[in-house]
């Protein structure tokens, strides 16, 4: 029981400190407390774009920003394609290949079911060649 009330207030104080953050943002954002509807919601639109355009460039960034693991022919197709976060799970997952090889039972195919990426027992084929972008699921 002590856990669980120690769990607890863990969670309200890190719930707290995100709402007390963004009060803060948004006190920054409209100045003041005097304002109409319009200059309020003009204030928001301007933060939310900022936002998105944030998130935006972070993504191109992603997808173009190519690591040294990378340059390998197997992923030739991917590149630029996919985030760099899908291309690190597939290189890890190529890792297992030579544990799961073609075996769908020692694969366990966490990978397809779970992120749309090809599992170990299907990255076996591609030893040889390169990773096709139609073996990737688009969310």
């Not at 969670?11 to 409209?30: N, P, Q, S």
């Not at 407390?33 to 639109?45: E, F, T």
């Not at 972070?58 to 899908?86: D, I, N, P, Q, W």
């Not at 769908?104 to 299907?122: D, N, Q």
Request: glycine letters at 6%.
């Amino acid at each position: 029981m002590k856990l669980y009330c120690c769990i607890c207030l863990l969670l309200f104080v890190y719930l707290k400190c995100r709402v007390e953050y963004t009060h803060w943002a948004l006190k920054r954002v409209l100045q003041n407390s005097l304002g109409d509807l319009c200059s309020v919601w003009d204030a928001m639109n301007n933060m939310m774009m900022l936002q998105h355009t944030k998130i935006k460039v972070s993504f191109e960034t992603s997808t173009h920003v190519v690591g040294h693991v990378f340059k390998k022919t197997l992923y030739k197709r991917l590149l630029g394609m996919v985030s760099r976060y899908a291309l690190n799970q597939i290189a890890a997952e190529f890792e297992c290949v030579h544990y799961a090889g073609k075996n769908p039972f020692a694969c366990g195919c966490v990978m397809r079911t779970t992120h749309g990426l090809p599992c170990a027992c299907e990255l076996s084929k591609y030893v040889v060649g390169c990773i096709s972008l139609d073996s990737i699921h688009m969310f």
